[in-house]
């Protein structure tokens, strides 16, 4: 089935990872690849595979930027594989992808994920299953906090074979976008807050606190050594972030209500 997907990625500043990518998708007939103003080399990178066809469009938010990539590049296999530029994937899911029927009455398939630090595998982690491997029309994406959700039309199938997540970014550079991420899970949490980990994201400090001790020992990540510590604060200092945004949005609304109330009648004429 390999001859008809086509793999679909979105980048921004993905000098670090997106050679190793898609130095993996030789296989593929056609890349598409959906860059929103990356300024470190990425698209120079790009443009070296001949197998890659390279959009330029300027980032909104997820949803739509993965709707372009999927319904509005002229992909001409009836799959799309998609990918975030520090996925890897493994012989044992290019095997067996390449014995999927693309006739079975299935519209999805999807797949979990192996968590890598600078090339170290992790034990566990936290990152979830997701659709990966998608039949063109016959899919919604939607945007959902700081990612998007995909919405399919039909059965999902689930692959045995895992891919490996392993983002080469400097810690710098993940700072950065947490920042952005966690601005929208502010957002998402004033509107949809959901299960058990969203009560406590609202109550600051427990999520920091508890999604560290979570990684680190009941996770098992104690025994990966610095690699199990270095992502067990990573987690600890993106819910961490987020803690801090809502406390902040809490004090600003509080202010604004005791000057509301201190100035009932308005601005004196």
């Known amino acids: ?6 793999p679909v990625l979105l980048t921004l500043n993905e000098a670090p990872n997106i050679e ?3 130095s993996a998708l030789t296989w593929a007939k056609e890349i598409v690849v959906v860059d929103s103003g990356s300024s470190d080399g990425t698209v120079d990178i790009v443009k070296r595979f001949p197998n890659a ?27 799309i594989l998609r990918l ?14 390449r014995t999927l029927d693309p ?24 990152y979830p299953s997701n659709v990966i491997l998608i039949r063109r029309g016959y899919f919604t994406v939607r945007e959902r906090g700081h990612t998007e959700k995909w ?37 998402r949490l004033a509107t949809e807050p959901h299960g058990f980990r969203d009560w406590l994201r609202r109550r600051p400090p427990l999520m920091p606190i508890a999604v560290f001790f979570y990684c680190l020992f009941a996770k098992g990540l104690i025994f ?40 009932p009648a308005g601005p004196s004429i």
């Open 103 to 126: 006739d079975a009455p299935v519209n999805a398939y999807r797949v979990g994920f192996d968590y890598a630090i600078f090339a170290h595998k992790l034990r566990a982690s936290l």
């Open 224 to 263: 990966n050594g610095r690699t199990g510590l270095f992502y067990s604060l990573q987690r600890m200092i993106a819910e961490a972030v987020l803690a801090l945004m809502l406390i902040d949005s809490k004090i600003k609304s509080r202010s604004a209500a005791k000057a509301g109330q201190n100035n």
């Open 20 to 22: 190793r990518t898609l």
């Open 53 to 79: 066809k390279l959009f330029l469009r300027s980032f909104d938010n997820h949803a739509n930027q993965w709707r372009y990539a999927a319904t509005d590049t002229a992909i001409g296999t009836p799959w």
């Open 151 to 187: 919405i399919i039309d039909g059965p999902i199938g689930t692959l045995r074979a895992r891919i490996i997540h392993d983002d080469c970014k400097d810690t710098a550079a993940w700072l950065t976008a947490q920042g952005r991420y966690m601005q929208l899970e502010l957002d």
């Open 84 to 97: 975030d530029a520090d996925y890897q994937l493994t012989p044992e899911l290019l095997g067996e992808s």
């Open 1 to 6: 089935m390999l001859n008809q997907i086509t």
